[in-house]
Each structure stands twice: as C-alpha cells, then as structure tokens.
C-alpha cells in the first residue's frame, strides 16, 4: 500500500486538494473536478480519471453536509469525462458493447421522462445512467488492455485505502461519523451502503486475482480482504454476507463444471421456500440470532412495507408503462409521512420494483434482457459471470442501487 502512494502520489495530492478545498467550498468541486481532469487527460493519465469519477461517486453517498461537494461535482466530473470519450474516440480503441442489449430499455425510459412529475429531472436521471452504462466501461477496457494487472491494482488499493481511512475515522471522530443506529457505515451514507460495496468490491478482487494470480503477494491479500470482510462484519450487513456466500457457492461450482452450477441453480430453486421458512431456526440455532437481527428477517428491515406499497402502485396505476427514471423517488417521498408511521424509512429497496414503477412492465421486461444477455455473452469466457450476476441479483432485490448511476455501485458493477 505504501509502494502504491509512492507510485500514485500526484494523484493522491490531487485528490486531496479538490476533497479538502470541496469541504470549505463545497462549489469549487464543480471547477475543480474537470480541472483535474484535463490536467489526466493531457498527461494520458485515463486510470486516474475513471478512479476520480469512482471516488467521488462514493464521497457523495455520505450523509454529512461535509461531503456536499461531492453531490454538487458527480455530474460535472462524469460528463467531462464523457465530452473527453466523444471528442477524442480514437483513444479507445476497445469499445465496450454492454448498452447495445439496453438500448430498447433507453428508449423507452427516455420516452416516458415526458410522464414524469418533473421531467427536466427524470431526463437528467436517465441521461447519467445512460452516459455511465454507455461510456465509462471503455475507459476500463481501454486501461486494461494499456496497464493490464497495473490498473486493477490501483483500482483496488485505492478502495482499499478508503477502508482504512474509514477504519482510523472511527477512532478519532464522533461515533455519528461511521456509525448509524449502532451498525458501522464507514465513509458511506449507512451500513447497507458499505455493505453493498464491500460485496461488489470482494468480487472485483476475486476476480482479479484469478485472471492475475501474481497481482498481490499473500499479505497484500490479507489486507485487502481483510479490510473487505471486517467492513462486512462491522455493519453486520445480512444482504452482503449472503450476497458473497452466493457468489463463492457458485463460483466454486461453476469452475467445477458449467453442466454442475446450472444443476446446483435448479436444486437452490427449488429448495428456495424451505430455505427461506427456516432460515431464521437456522440462524438462531448457530448462534448468530442477534447479530444477524434475525426478528426482522421476515419483514426485511421494513422493506416489507415499501414493496406492498409499490406493487399496490403498480397494479393499479403504472403496471404497463411507468412515469420515468426517479419517479419511484418521488412517489416515496410524496408518501413518506404515513409509511414511517408504518415502521418503513427510505425508498422502495429493490431495483426490479423501482424499474417497474419507472417504466412498467415493459421496461422491467427490457432492463432484464440487457441484464441477463450481458452475463451470458460474458459466461462464454468467464466461469465466474453467472455467480457474479446471481450474487448481484439477490444483492439488487433488497436495495435499488442497479436502476440509478451516480453511486458507488453501478460502477464497479459495470
């Protein structure tokens, strides 16, 4: 770690300046971000302007006004780093085709903004995703295929490095810092936030080191999942732990044999229910009862409540055709007095729902084509596609992070 601030150092001081400067004022992100990078562009530095885009998406998940800068320079830093993609395209020789199976979706989520309480917002919505699932993978593909191994372990020192600044901050900063309600949250919003990204960040890891087996040495793995897992167990976060659990089941037996994980996936089908009706007598029987909070097991944390309320929207209202990117946002909102009276906090908590209330059946319909053709052209050469997309699947059906753009998630997922 201390090799890669050596190496990486103009990169840390930037960052620094534009974080630090941010807080005071927290405007001058939006100057200071494209500033930095045309200095990375006109260095070649690539790496450096997809790892900005990834840092400050993840300093704008955090609830503190402190890191209000961050919010305010997400949408300059990714459309600059677009204007540099559409301006200079021979600089990415390798395109990424992950859109091409969206592009129905797209269409018709740019259509319905037009049904959206605020259209202006929702087009903005859809705009960023768009731009993110379009663009930002060829600068990934572009500085795999010019660093290889080199960019992977930038990519994954530098979140690494943001676990261990969150690890010192809950030694010398009010507890409020990096806990909520009692659960660790580290330098993001809440506990099911750092939870989410330690599942997405654990696979890139993995992943990694099985296309390059020499990419860390064994203490450098150490530290790394090391950081990862203490995150997990710290937040105590039941979505991350079965998301990863998933991902290492599959994995496993996909390796095996492609023939042995698609017959594995059919058994824990239809072994589902009887898993899912005793999993609370499981849990408690190991011991783990109050950690895993397993009396809100049945009611998902409260999550109960928002999905029979979407799925109540949906049926009578918005079940063909939603209103538009963030229109479950708003609906949320506009209901949110009476749902906290039911016990529910937050927005709808599952991507398939939000997509449904944005753009209906049709759209959900759409969204799954592009999602599920992306693995299989994927799993063609990569044994660990389909436990990377069931681990994202499950991960998804408790949080609504894989509808929307600018967060910490979608990134690392693409």
Not at 259 to 269: D, N, R, T
Request: charged share 10%; hydrophobic share 55%; net charge positive.
């Amino acid at each position: 770690m201390l090799t890669y601030a050596k190496e990486n150092y103009q990169f840390i001081v930037i960052s620094l300046i534009w974080v630090f400067v941010g807080i005071m004022v927290d405007v001058t992100a939006m100057a200071l971000v494209p500033a930095a990078f045309l200095i990375y562009r006109q260095r070649g530095y690539y790496t450096e302007i997809v790892l900005s885009i990834a840092l400050i998406c993840y300093l704008s998940d955090n609830r503190h006004w402190e890191f209000s800068f961050a919010t305010k320079g997400k949408d300059i830093a990714l459309l600059t780093a677009c204007a540099f993609f559409f301006l200079n395209s021979k600089n990415f020789p390798l395109r990424s085709k992950i859109y091409y199976a969206f592009i129905p979706f797209f269409i018709l989520a740019f259509f319905l903004c037009t049904k959206h309480p605020t259209p202006a917002l929702s087009f903005q919505k859809t705009l960023s995703f768009f731009l993110m699932v379009a663009v930002i993978p060829n600068y990934f593909l572009r500085q795999l295929q010019v660093e290889g191994q080199d960019f992977l372990r930038k990519t994954i020192w530098m979140g690494t490095i943001l676990y261990m600044i969150a690890f010192v901050m809950i030694v010398i900063l009010p507890v409020d810092w990096t806990y909520l309600e009692g659960r660790y949250n580290g330098l993001l919003g809440n506990p099911n936030g750092i939870g989410t990204f330690s599942t997405l960040f654990f696979i890139v890891v993995y992943i990694s080191i099985e296309m390059y087996p020499k990419i860390f040495t064994l203490p450098e793995k150490a530290i790394v999942f090391g950081s990862i897992i203490l995150s997990i167990l710290l937040a105590s976060s039941r979505n991350s732990i079965f998301s990863i659990l998933i991902f290492l089941m599959f994995a496993r037996f996909y390796k095996l044999s492609p023939w042995i994980g698609f017959v594995i996936v059919i058994v824990v089908a239809l072994l589902f229910q009887i898993i899912n009706e005793n999993l609370p007598y499981i849990i408690t029987s190991l011991g783990l009862g109050a950690y895993m909070r397993v009396e809100h097991l049945n009611d998902g944390s409260g999550r109960l409540i928002a999905w029979t309320f979407a799925m109540e929207q949906i049926q009578k209202y918005y079940f063909f055709l939603g209103r538009g990117f963030a229109f479950e946002e708003w609906l949320f909102e506009k209901n949110k007095d009476w749902l906290n009276i039911l016990g529910h906090q937050g927005g709808v908590h599952n991507t398939y729902l939000a997509v449904w209330l944005n753009t209906g059946i049709v759209g959900l319909c759409f969204y799954l084509y592009g999602f599920f053709s992306n693995f299989i052209k994927a799993s063609r050469s990569n044994h660990l596609a389909f436990p990377t997309m069931f681990a994202i699947m499950f991960s998804i059906s408790f949080e609504a992070w894989f509808q929307a753009s600018l967060n910490p998630f979608t990134i690392i997922a693409l």
